[in-house]
């Protein structure tokens, strides 16, 4: 009896022991499989895309983009070939999209050609677009300049006023709508037509400001040459000479158109006075 206790006893310690080992080592690699997994990356969620028109938040504009500015250039150039030279001139307009406000070409007491043109650039072009002129081939500049204006704050304040006017119609013609005798029509409408002309001509100043700022303006001058300035010492001395010689001829011929021009008032003049020289003499005779 006491043999089978201790076998029961021994059975059950062996059978404890084994489910003790068998949980051991299921713990053991429970834990390596724990060290093994990569560690869980955070989850990084994407902006969702914008609804279909939704309207897209632009970035807010610098300050410097939002300044009005009116850019203006001047430059006068001399050629030989006043034609080819326009055409170069405008292909570089066309180029930067420009247009032609106005053009004159006259003709000069030597019979030279002299062109004017004010021309029109958008805004940013103006810069590029001069130096491009001034790097025409066969041209000599004689005069560059540019200048900006800054009109920021007079283009904010001219809006300002034309949003107040146009509100003030507005309540003007609520007020009209709802008047019952003819002396308040008739004192609404005076006054309305007065807004109404304001707000034209302050419509027309921001038209005409805005269309300065958006597009640069170009006075651009041509003289025709038969001979081109030069720009070292020795060729400005020989301009200077040539010059000179030209101004001296063109004293004489001065000189020579007087006489041509004067000699009927001299002729005249002198016949006058030989006329009383010989009467006196023929006074002087019958009294000797």
């Known amino acids: 009896m006491n043999t089978c206790k201790e076998s029961i006893r021994s059975l059950v310690f062996l059978f404890v022991g084994l489910w003790l080992l068998i949980l051991t080592a299921g713990c053991g690699a429970s834990s390596k499989n724990e060290v093994a997994r990569p560690a869980a990356q955070p989850s990084v969620k994407s902006a969702a895309p914008p609804a ?28 030989k070939d006043l034609p080819a030279t326009e055409k170069l001139v405008l292909d570089l307009l066309s180029k930067r999209q420009g247009i ?59 809006s300002a006023r034309l949003d107040n006017m146009q ?37 027309g100043r921001l038209k005409a400001m805005s269309g300065k700022i958006e597009m640069s303006t170009v006075q651009l ?6 001979v081109m300035t030069e720009t070292n010492f020795f060729g400005k001395l020989k301009s200077i000479i040539r010059d000179s010689w030209v101004a001296a001829g063109d004293v004489v011929l001065y000189l020579i158109a007087t006489v041509i021009i004067l000699s009927p008032l001299a002729l005249l003049v002198a016949g006058i006075w030989w006329w009383w020289k010989r009467r006196a003499k023929s006074q002087q005779k019958p009294s000797a």
Do not use: C
Request: glycine letters at 4%; aromatic letters at 2%; charged letters at 25%.
């Open 100 to 158: 032609v406000g106005s053009s004159s070409v006259t003709l000069d007491g030597n019979g030279r050609r002299n062109g004017n043109y004010m021309l029109k650039v958008p805004n940013g072009n103006l810069q590029i677009f001069v130096n491009e002129i001034a790097a025409l081939a066969e041209v000599v500049v004689r005069q560059r300049s540019l200048s900006s204006q800054d009109v920021t704050e007079e283009f904010v304040d001219i």
């Open 52 to 79: 279909a028109g939704a309207p897209i938040a632009s970035s807010p504009k610098s300050p410097s983009e939002m300044r009005k500015i009116i850019e203006s250039a001047q430059i006068t150039l001399e050629t």
């Open 167 to 203: 509100r003030h119609e507005i309540r003007l013609r609520e007020i009209l709508a709802k008047a019952n005798t003819v002396e308040e029509i008739l004192k609404v409408e005076k006054e309305l037509a007065a807004v109404r002309a304001q707000i034209e001509s302050t419509t």
């Open 221 to 226: 001058r041509i003289n025709e040459v038969t």
